[in-house]
């Protein structure tokens, strides 16, 4: 039942100035002692390579076109095969990086060294290739030989003149392959930053949406599935009421300064400085215009939903509901999605309500859109809407005998696609994140802050931490855990503590009895 709630990096530097009609060498990530680590770890990308060379070299400067022009295959916003591997360069003659450079035993400028972003970090190489994770490259002298390894590598066909995501095999299994999920969660990252940046753009936070819009970011608190949008989230929602007061309205310009309103908020990166990337994995698509965003929107409130408790599932629901009506910008779009809240006639009182309801609901947009794209051509002709999820990826969740044709009414078996959702957008979307994660810290000398990634992250190529930054995270990690908690209250309690206008003075009373 709805009822309409009255309560409630240099990584990203970087990427973020590539772009297509730039200078060809801003393609290559630059690399140095400060930066080097933190790249590859945030790089959403499955291998990496490094070309570590002097500027002073002429072997070096002649290689640089060569190496550019395939970086401009797979690095940037526009690159025709985004995330799948990250090209990057340390000038060695750089004495920032002498220790660095020493740490990977180069022989010879230029030299190309290959493995996955994880194994670089905090690693070192003895320049034998016997045993060992780093493969160096001695066959990539021309831009079209080191292609040509690279596919023999990976096992593709890359060529110069790929259109974009053509000869992509990743591209091609989103829809069959359900292991490909892993790859969205880099996806729900991107459309978090991107609803955020439209909902500051627009300046949609109104008297009459600033408690819908805090209600939404106590439910991403407790249940992104991207500890660095929970973390970012957080971080919002404590500052909050410091940064947008409720009688902001009111106020005359001359009464604002610049640590108030909407550029105030813009300061705030909600899932981290790595964002945005500029580009899609699992939601990309065959055309610019396609995909990404809302697909990415769809796996993010998906992804929430299989999370939530059974006590949170109706303050879920409603919060879901109140956020797309107001802040997605589609109005035709939004306003059918509140049309199918407003229908629900009897009360979410389950996480499996819940789920089947949101995965209902998207079927009957996909339905209505499938109509619509299919007599305009406006659908994505390598990605049109389907029924979902297809026989393909959970036969099990069909009670129909044989293959379905266009015509046959679809017979579901309710339990099998509760527990298909609950696989799909719970575990097997972080898998990849918590497998990186690992060998991430496997790898770096975190001594004791396994499971902080975010935080340690978050400290930008520092080197030392001093006491008081210590304890800066310390009391971000009470704070972190005290909204969750904070909105599991408001769901058990059915009242959401945001329409009280006591966000801060609430979590730090809580933070406060829970630090003593």
């Known amino acids: ?50 070309k570590f060379y002097a500027h002073w070299c002429p072997a070096c400067r002649n290689y640089k076109p060569q190496y550019e022009k395939v970086a401009r295959l797979f690095n940037g916003a526009d690159a025709v095969h985004p995330g799948i591997l990250l090209m990057t360069r340390v000038d060695c003659a750089n004495k920032i990086n002498t220790k660095l450079c020493n ?37 990539g002298r ?8 690279i596919n023999t590598q990976l096992g593709s066909s890359y060529r110069f003149e790929d259109a974009k995501f053509e000869n992509d095999k990743l591209f091609h299994s989103n829809a069959s392959d359900s292991e490909q999920i892993a790859r969205a969660i880099y996806d729900v990252e991107e459309a978090t930053n991107v609803a955020f940046d439209i909902i500051l753009e627009h300046e949609m936070i109104k008297f009459d949406t600033r408690v819908i819009f805090l209600n939404f970011l106590q439910l991403m608190v407790a249940h992104h599935p991207s500890r660095r949008c929970r973390k970012g989230s957080a971080d919002i929602l404590v ?6 007061p409720s009688n902001m309205l009111s106020l005359d310009k001359d009464e604002l300064t610049n640590s108030t309103g909407l550029g105030a908020l813009h300061t705030f990166q909600i899932c981290g400085k790595q964002l945005p990337r500029g580009y899609w994995m699992f939601c990309r698509g065959s055309k610019n215009d396609t995909r990404g965003f809302s697909c990415g929107l769809w796996v993010l409130l998906h992804s929430i939903s299989v999370r939530v408790d059974d006590g949170e599932s ?28 407003s229908s629900v006639s009897t009360p979410i009182n389950t996480t499996r309500d819940f789920v089947l309801w949101l995965w209902s609901a998207h079927n009957r ?41 266009n015509n046959s009414k679809i017979k579901w078996d309710y339990s099998e696609v509760y527990n298909f959702l609950i696989g799909h957008y719970g575990n097997m979307l972080v898998s990849r994140y918590k497998d990186k994660d690992t060998k991430v ?62 966000v801060g003075a609430e979590i730090l009373s809580f933070v406060h009895g829970y630090m003593i």
Not at 25 to 47: H, M, R
Not at 125 to 130: L, R
Not at 318 to 339: A, G, L, R
Not at 380 to 403: A, H, M, R, T
Request: glycine letters at 6%; aromatic letters at 12%.
């Open 1 to 50: 039942m709805y009822k309409k709630s009255s309560s409630l990096s240099a990584f990203q530097t970087n990427l973020r100035a590539i772009k297509r009609d730039t200078d060809v060498s801003n393609y290559v990530i630059d690399l140095n002692a400060t930066n080097f680590d933190v790249v590859f770890k945030e790089t959403p990308a499955s291998f990496v390579i490094v």
């Open 103 to 139: 740490k990977f035993s180069i022989p010879y400028y230029p030299m190309l060294l290959w493995a996955p972003p994880a194994k670089f970090i905090g690693s070192r190489w003895n320049g034998k290739k016997e045993n060992s994770e780093f493969t160096p490259i001695d066959d």
């Open 142 to 149: 021309t831009a079209e030989r080191l292609l040509k390894w």
């Open 239 to 244: 500052n909050f009421d410091d940064l947008y």
């Open 314 to 341: 109706q303050l879920a629901f409603t919060t879901t509901c109140d956020f797309i009506h107001k802040f997605f910008i589609c109005e035709e779009c939004s306003q059918h999605f509140y049309d199918m809240c």
């Open 365 to 405: 947009v996909n339905k209505r859109l499938m109509k619509t794209e299919s007599s305009l051509g406006t659908g994505d002709p390598k990605f049109p809407k389907v029924i979902w999820p297809p026989q393909q990826l959970c036969p099990s969740c069909y009670n129909n005998s044989g293959n379905l044709t």
């Open 441 to 502: 810290a496997s790898q770096t000398d975190l001594k004791g802050n396994t499971g902080s990634e975010d935080l340690v992250a978050s400290i930008n190529n520092a080197l030392v931490v001093p006491v008081g930054a210590a304890m800066a995270i310390a009391v971000a990690s009470c704070l972190f855990g005290a909204l969750a908690y904070v909105w599991r209250l408001g769901a058990n309690s059915s009242k959401n503590i945001s329409g009280r206008g006591e």
